[in-house]
């Protein structure tokens, strides 16, 4: 089994790992009286998220590593956890709105207000430049990029109708 090989395996065994966490962490908020907002995108989200992986896995497994690319993602990979962490119970790969909660504005949301995604967004570029697939890379960034300006907006519009946000003056 190549390095890639074993590198690929990881992600995909972390990917499915937070998959279940985030189903957990979905149905708890929903018990507890969250909104779910944006569901109708998400499969598209996943099935990005999906064909990226199975790309890497594709033409990547039996590629040179670069030790660089992988070293900054593995650095990402600190910061996953630590807003991982910092949301606990909260972090989902859905958009799930508390009513009446304040947003979190601890560990990395003190410098910015989306930091999993600053995080998604390195990610997806990172990887398969670690694996040298810079087409893979470019390509997957930029349908992640278009994916996100959708989500972002779902997002803000959601935070802002259930009082969490400010609202914007005109």
Known sequence: ??????ILALVTLQ???????SRYNTRRL???????????HYPLIVSLHTAWLLALWVWGRDQDVNPAALAAYL???????????????RWTTRIIVLPGKPLVAAGPYRFCSHPNYAVV???IA??????????????FTIL??????????????ALSTFG???KRSP
């Open 75 to 89: 650095v990402l990979q600190g910061l996953r956890l630590w807003t991982l962490i910092t949301l606990g119970p």
């Open 164 to 166: 969490r946000l400010p």
């Open 1 to 6: 089994m190549s390095v890639a090989s074993i």
């Open 126 to 139: 990172l990887l398969p430049l670690a694996l040298g697939l810079p087409l893979t890379a470019l390509s």
């Open 144 to 157: 992640n990029l278009a994916v996100l300006a959708l989500r972002i907006r779902v997002e803000g519009r």
């Open 121 to 123: 967004i390195s990610e």
């Open 30 to 40: 929903l018990a507890c009286g969250a909104v779910e907002v944006g569901a109708s």
């Open 15 to 21: 990917r499915l790992g937070e998959l279940m966490l």
